[in-house]
């Protein structure tokens, strides 16, 4: 069955680094998402892109956060200057057509030292 | 503002004890809603989608049925292997929007 891939699995990097999220959605997938899960608490919203722009972000998303599709497979959510509160499981999620439900990726963990 | 809240948190049952976990929403106008189950270190793997009142899915020992406030989860003579934590969630009612809602989870275990 095809799968959402997501590297790394577990990234660790120093406050203020940049960071770069990978996912590979699942083949003729047209709509892509992040979510975030901070241990403990539940899984939310980032951000959703879909035609080469984001069609909707939420507050946590601010200028710190980008997204892109650079060669038309990966699709990438890269994190400026990290702080320590972005320490989290982020998920990448990926859907076809309108009303078919999103596939999660299993991950990557996220640690900010 | 779109809300899930699910119940219980957490809940132990022994094999071929059935049960039901509960979601009940807040939203303006229902657009989906959606069961998942997630393993420990694993993303959210999607089981049903619902999307009006009196619908009901079924996979294996699982049905998910809908009202107009709340979704169950029915598990039937589970087996330790339907252990994991199960996330109700709803497409945003804003016309056009995308993103999902989701509640805290229940986190089921089944003792052999």
């Known amino acids: 069955e095809p799968e959402v891939t997501q590297t790394p699995s577990h990234q660790v990097t120093q406050m203020g680094q940049e960071v770069i999220l990978r996912c590979v959605p699942i083949?003729?997938?047209?709509?892509f998402y992040w979510y975030r899960q901070i241990l403990g608490q539940k899984v939310e919203f980032l951000v959703s892109f879909y035609n080469n722009e984001i069609s909707e972000k939420s507050e946590i998303f601010d200028d710190q956060f980008s997204v892109e599709r650079p060669d038309g497979s990966n699709f990438t959510l890269k994190i400026r200057s990290t702080k320590l509160e972005d320490s989290a499981m982020y998920f990448c999620?990926?859907?076809?057509?309108?009303?078919?439900?999103?596939?999660f990726g299993d991950g990557t963990r996220l640690s900010i030292l | 503002e779109d809300q899930v809240t699910q119940s219980p948190e957490a809940l132990r049952l022994q094999e071929g004890e059935s049960s039901s976990l509960n979601c009940s929403y807040t939203?303006?106008?229902?657009?989906?809603l959606f069961w998942y189950r997630q393993d420990p270190g694993k993303g959210p793997e999607f089981l049903f989608t619902?999307?009006?009142a009196g619908e009901e899915k079924e996979k294996e020992r699982l049905k998910a049925t809908l009202t107009k406030k709340e979704s169950f989860l029915h598990i039937t003579a589970p087996k330790p292997e339907d252990s994991a934590t199960y996330l109700c969630a709803v497409l945003d009612s804003i016309q056009g929007a995308q993103k999902l809602v989701f509640g805290q989870g229940t986190r089921l275990t089944i003792n052999p």
């Open positions: 083949s003729n997938h047209l709509y």
């Open positions: 619902l999307y009006s």
């Open positions: 939203v303006s106008g229902l657009r989906g």
């Open positions: 999620a990926t859907r076809g057509q309108y009303n078919q439900p999103q596939h």
